[in-house]
């Protein structure tokens, strides 16, 4: 997993670089065909915004997420962007179970 952090109008500390990797973490989790993230933290007067997009294997993810406070806005980007995740896993792993099972291709020959 590649995972690119920039900053705009923000300069990106170790802490929040530390803090990004560890939520990103979680994702990597329940997923593991992720290929690569680009995580980018913009300030705007009061409002901090993150954006994330995910390259996944036949998808790519955009989730973005702001908040009064950068940590905030970090793990409402790491809950949205989990659920996004968990939800293409599901729909992909029902697509190749359906396809080639093996008990469906056993219980299809007569006897």
């Known amino acids: 997993m590649n995972l690119t952090i920039t900053g705009h109008h923000l300069e990106i500390t170790p802490a929040i670089r530390s803090y990004v990797i560890s939520k990103m973490e979680k994702v990597k989790r329940h997923f593991d065909h992720v290929i690569?993230?680009?995580?980018?933290?913009?300030?705007?007067?009061?409002?901090?915004?993150?954006?994330?997009?995910?390259?996944?294997?036949?998808?790519?993810i955009f989730v973005q997420a702001e908040d009064a406070d950068m940590y905030a806005a970090i793990d409402g980007l790491t809950d949205k962007l989990d659920r996004q995740v968990v939800k293409h896993k599901e729909k992909y792993g029902d697509v190749h179970q359906a396809q080639g099972a093996v008990k469906h291709q056993a219980s299809d020959i007569p006897e």
């Open 36 to 60: 690569d993230i680009n995580v980018i933290m913009t300030v705007e007067k009061l409002k901090h915004i993150v954006e994330a997009n995910v390259h996944l294997r036949g998808k790519d």
